[in-house]
């Protein structure tokens, strides 16, 4: 994993900061480019100069304004083919390390799961498999709110439902609604309906997010903290710190004191536990399990971070705890040409089973992958069931199926090829081997920023560079037959690990 040790030294002469790396484009000559120089402020020469001391490096130039562009040794680059080929399932495997607990999707127990939670259903199981690839112990973990206004909510629907009377001004309806309702009993009040009709809808989500290839380790109930007493005894825990105060009937949490723009309810002069104090005690339990804490929830939650930080701070865990939060934009759902409303309570919505129905688990997950999750994802139905080169998974997948057919026809199996043959590996392999080698680096950045639309986007570019060499280049049959062999070994092993990183399957046929 050259590009890694070439990162890692980069960073150590940057002063152990970030430092970018990117594979030049064909016009630009050079394996790796960096603007370590400009960025920092380093001296581009001396920069140079520590550079061209590695083992792997052939040399290196400073270009334009500071980028300094890097050489590689012919004998690097195909030694990490060859590496590739003897343990194809294994690259990049446990170069890291760590403890790390994901929540996502965690919906409420009211409606079927939207396309929007199949978003964040993906991003973060895309996440939690890079993050064990890397060698992160993960777990996932589902957090159900059943209690509060929506649960109420959804009592009182399935209550009037069942009684003959119309669903509340705010209630839930649609068919689903009427559904669950058909089966229960009169006798049932509103409290029970909204039990029963949360257990039946939660068990929905899940068979739906397995059919998605998102499964969980564990499902953590609102209800069992209070039950617990861990909403009271984080409470307690912020009172004898001295961060809580009396106001207006309330007990209010000093969140300002750590940058929130105002201080937050707890309890209610009711005496009842705010949302904000249940997520307090939820993430105070979530401390003490484990060493990081990464919440995907959609753009609504943006307000509720100031004040979850804040708590995370107050309670003492900034200092030895990491909580990440990966907020995700809304999904806009396209048929014919027009959007559709995706509206819980009116039923006018289109369901995350819907789409995984119309155009596949494989084709949902990867389109929903293509974009950075703080970016608005317009979702093309009719793109995704294409069978062509337009369709984005349809084109990875092809890559891959295209290799296996190669070495059908050269009868050759991908586990006979020799590892020892890439060092006959040439020029006209280079743009292809350093897409290859690129898969440690974008996995690293994809955790490092929880971003995995980079993974989408490593794959369609190395797609591209495959199909380029493969209409351009003779493969079974030529002189170096057995090198090219090693390399597009290389290629649909990278392509096959990065499609099953992002949950999509690597056909062999198409």
């Known amino acids: 994993m050259y590009e890694i040790k070439v990162r890692d030294r980069l960073m150590e002469l940057a002063g152990n900061k970030d430092v970018r790396l990117d594979t030049p484009p064909d016009n630009i000559p050079g394996d790796l480019s960096t603007n370590a120089a400009m960025v920092y402020g380093l001296k581009p020469q001396e920069l140079v100069a520590e550079i061209e001391k590695m083992d792997s490096i052939e040399s290196a130039a400073v270009v334009g304004p500071g980028f300094i562009n890097i050489f590689l040794t012919d004998e690097t680059k195909n030694r990490e083919i060859g590496e590739i080929v003897k343990a194809p399932g294994d690259y990049a495997k446990g170069i890291a390390g760590g403890d790390i607990l994901f929540e996502m999707v965690s919906s409420n127990p009211t409606g079927p799961l939207h396309i929007g939670h199949g978003r964040g259903a993906a991003i973060g199981d895309a996440l939690a498999r890079m993050y064990e690839w890397l060698g992160y112990k993960v777990r996932r973990e589902y957090y159900v709110n059943d209690r509060g206004r929506q649960m109420d909510l959804l009592g009182e629907s399935i209550f009037n439902i069942i009684n003959g009377k119309a669903a509340p001004e705010q209630g839930y309806k649609g068919d689903y609604i009427k559904d669950i309702a058909a089966g229960f009993d009169p006798a049932l009040n509103a409290e029970e309906c909204a039990h029963k009709a949360s257990e039946i809808i939660l068990d929905t989500h899940f068979k739906v997010l397995k059919e998605f290839r998102v499964e969980y380790d564990s499902k953590f109930y609102e209800t069992d903290l209070i039950r617990a007493g861990k909403v009271e005894e984080t409470i307690d825990f912020l009172k004898k710190k001295g961060l809580t105060y009396k106001k207006d009937g309330a007990l209010w949490l000093k969140t300002t004191t750590y940058g929130d723009d105002r201080d937050r309810v707890l309890v209610k002069k009711n005496g009842e536990f705010t949302y904000f104090a249940s997520d307090c005690a939820y993430h105070k339990d979530k401390a003490q399990r484990h060493k990081e804490v990464i919440n995907i929830w959609g753009a609504d939650h943006h307000g509720y971070l100031d004040r979850l930080e ?56 990867f389109f929903l992958l293509m974009r950075n999750s703080d970016t608005p994802l317009d979702f093309d139905v009719e793109l995704a069931k294409e069978e062509n080169k337009r369709n984005p998974v349809y084109y990875v997948q092809y890559s891959h199926a295209r290799i296996s057919s190669v070495f059908k026809k050269a009868g050759v199996k991908p586990g006979e090829v020799d590892p020892s043959a890439a060092r006959q590996l040439g020029k006209e392999e280079d743009r292809l081997i350093k897409m290859v080698a690129h898969f440690p680096y974008i996995l690293s950045k994809c955790v490092q920023l929880n971003a995995p639309h980079l993974l989408t986007e490593y794959l369609r570019d190395t797609a591209t560079a495959f199909h380029k060499y493969y209409d351009t280049v003779k493969i079974v049959g030529s002189r170096k037959e057995r090198a090219r062999l090693a390399l597009i070994m290389a290629v649909k092993s990278v392509i096959k690990n990065g499609l099953e990183l992002v949950g999509v399957s690597a056909p062999d046929r198409m």
């Open 310 to 365: 804040a708590f995370w701070e107050a309670a003492g865990f900034k200092e030895n705890k990491r909580l990440n939060d990966v907020l995700y934009q809304l999904v806009n759902l396209k048929r014919a040409g027009e959007l559709i409303s995706m509206s819980t309570r009116e039923g006018e919505f289109v369901t995350l089973k819907e789409v995984i129905d119309e155009v596949g688990t494989d084709a949902a997950r």
